[in-house]
């Protein structure tokens, strides 16, 4: 997989510089190329807890996190865009968008094919993100990321309205496609947006539905079983130089043949530009996830980034994060009661 990944990087590098010439990346007045790919070196040390006889636990890794290439197409009223990635959490090369929208005019639009879901406040691609770690921490499964399916947009002045259906909100064994099947349940979205500059508001709620298939549980998932509700709701406030954030996140599903389990998700940013080139941003975020049989796993985590853009296609960010644990909490590597993080990381995009 780490092959995969330096192969895409080269790819958009390679991309990159044949068009740096270029005041943009567009390819024919039709066609545009787009990517990024970012790479850092990350250091956490987790201590015991009580319940652990294990020594304090640290690595250190560097590596490239994630390397993403696509085509956009634009053939109004039709577009459409294409896009393959690799990753630290992917198995192989990966499919990532691959839709086509058309425009109905009225301000209404049909999207179908493999695309993003709304559920979520923090950026999926790397660029477009604040922090080198996810607020969810323990709980970044609870935000799914792509699936397939048909989606219809509406917007108007300054509200946008939609509704997607789709094979799977949830995939949890490939959070970058859906689960390719109906016949073993679907799910619905439902967004309301809202964006008048410095205001921006977005909620999002979900339902998946998850059944058997002649007595079988569907093998591609094993944690989620039977009806799942998802409620997201997030507002972002910028105020000359500084952004405010709040995301709240609540979910019900259970264990396959087991308890019924509730999770709860919250995160409050703050964002400071210093000038042009140099931001700083800080975080609080908070889940819990509990279950009918009173297993509970909970957490805190507080962050703090500085980030410098280098020139327009070149920036490179610092994080340092606590996270601290309830007792017993297992994380990937042990059972600890908390974590200290920091790492530095480049990103070049396009």
Same mark, same amino acid.
């Given at each position: 997989?780490?092959?995969?990944?330096?192969?895409?990087?080269?790819?958009?590098?390679?991309?990159?510089?044949?068009?740096?010439?270029?005041?943009?990346?567009?390819?024919?007045?039709?066609?545009?190329? *787009?990517?990024?790919?970012?790479?850092?070196?990350?250091?956490?040390?987790?201590?015991?807890?009580?319940?652990?006889?294990?020594?304090?636990?640290?690595?250190?890794?560097?590596?490239?996190?994630?390397?993403?290439?696509?085509?956009?197409?634009?053939?109004?009223?039709?577009?459409?865009?294409?896009?393959?990635?690799?990753?630290?959490?992917?198995?192989?090369?990966?499919?990532?968008?691959?839709?086509?929208?058309?425009?109905?005019?009225?301000?209404?639009?049909?999207?179908?094919?493999?695309?993003?879901?709304?559920?979520?406040?923090?950026?999926?691609?790397?660029?477009?993100?604040?922090?080198?770690?996810?607020?969810?921490?323990?709980?970044?499964?609870?935000?799914?990321?792509?699936?397939?399916?048909?989606?219809?947009?509406?917007?108007?002045?300054?509200?946008?309205?939609?509704?997607?259906? !789709?094979?799977?909100?949830?995939?949890?064994?490939?959070?970058?496609?859906?689960?390719?099947?109906?016949?073993?349940?679907?799910? !619905?979205?439902?967004?309301?947006?809202?964006?008048?500059?410095?205001?921006?508001?977005?909620?999002?709620?979900?339902?998946?539905?998850?059944?058997?298939?002649?007595?079988?549980?569907?093998?591609?998932?094993?944690?989620?079983?039977?009806?799942?509700?998802?409620?997201?709701?997030?507002?972002?406030?910028?105020?000359?130089?500084?952004?405010?954030?709040?995301?709240?996140?609540?979910?019900?599903?259970?264990?396959?043949?087991?308890?019924?389990?509730?999770?709860? *998700?919250?995160? !409050?940013?703050?964002?400071?530009?210093?000038?042009?080139?140099?931001?700083?941003?800080?975080?609080?975020?908070?889940?819990?996830?509990?279950?009918?049989?009173?297993?509970?796993?909970?957490?805190?985590?507080?962050?703090?980034?500085?980030?410098?853009?280098?020139?327009?296609?070149?920036?490179?960010?610092?994080?340092?994060?606590?996270?601290?644990?309830?007792?017993?909490?297992?994380?990937?590597?042990?059972?600890?009661?908390?974590?200290?993080?920091?790492?530095?990381?480049?990103?070049?995009?396009?």
């Amino acid at each position: 997989m780490k092959k995969n990944i330096i192969k895409i990087a080269g790819l958009v590098l390679a991309s990159a510089l044949a068009l740096s010439a270029r005041a943009d990346v567009a390819i024919h007045q039709n066609v545009s190329l *787009y990517g990024y790919v970012a790479g850092s070196i990350q250091t956490l040390k987790g201590s015991e807890s009580n319940y652990n006889s294990t020594p304090d636990t640290s690595k250190t890794n560097t590596d490239i996190d994630a390397a993403k290439l696509g085509l956009a197409f634009n053939f109004a009223p039709l577009t459409a865009k294409v896009s393959i990635y690799a990753g630290h959490r992917a198995d192989d090369v990966n499919i990532l968008e691959a839709n086509a929208s058309y425009d109905l005019g009225e301000g209404i639009s049909i999207t179908g094919g493999r695309f993003q879901s709304w559920i979520g406040y923090e950026a999926f691609d790397i660029p477009n993100g604040n922090f080198i770690s996810n607020g969810a921490d323990i709980l970044s499964h609870i935000i799914p990321n792509f699936h397939e399916g048909l989606r219809v947009d509406y917007t108007v002045d300054k509200m946008s309205f939609g509704v997607a259906v !789709v094979n799977s909100v949830y995939n949890l064994q490939n959070e970058y496609r859906g689960d390719g099947s109906l016949s073993d349940g679907y799910g !619905v979205e439902g967004h309301f947006g809202y964006n008048d500059g410095p205001l921006s508001l977005g909620a999002t709620l979900a339902y998946q539905n998850t059944r058997e298939i002649n007595g079988i549980a569907p093998s591609y998932d094993i944690t989620l079983f039977d009806d799942t509700y998802i409620a997201d709701v997030w507002a972002q406030y910028v105020i000359k130089q500084t952004t405010i954030a709040a995301e709240l996140f609540y979910l019900q599903t259970r264990f396959n043949g087991g308890p019924s389990i509730r999770t709860y *998700y919250g995160l !409050v940013m703050v964002k400071q530009q210093i000038n042009e080139k140099l931001s700083v941003a800080g975080r609080f975020s908070a889940g819990q996830e509990k279950s009918s049989g009173k297993d509970k796993s909970n957490f805190w985590k507080i962050s703090a980034q500085p980030a410098y853009t280098i020139t327009k296609n070149l920036s490179v960010g610092a994080e340092i994060s606590y996270t601290k644990y309830n007792s017993g909490t297992q994380i990937d590597y042990g059972t600890n009661k908390d974590k200290i993080f920091a790492g530095v990381q480049a990103i070049f995009a396009f």
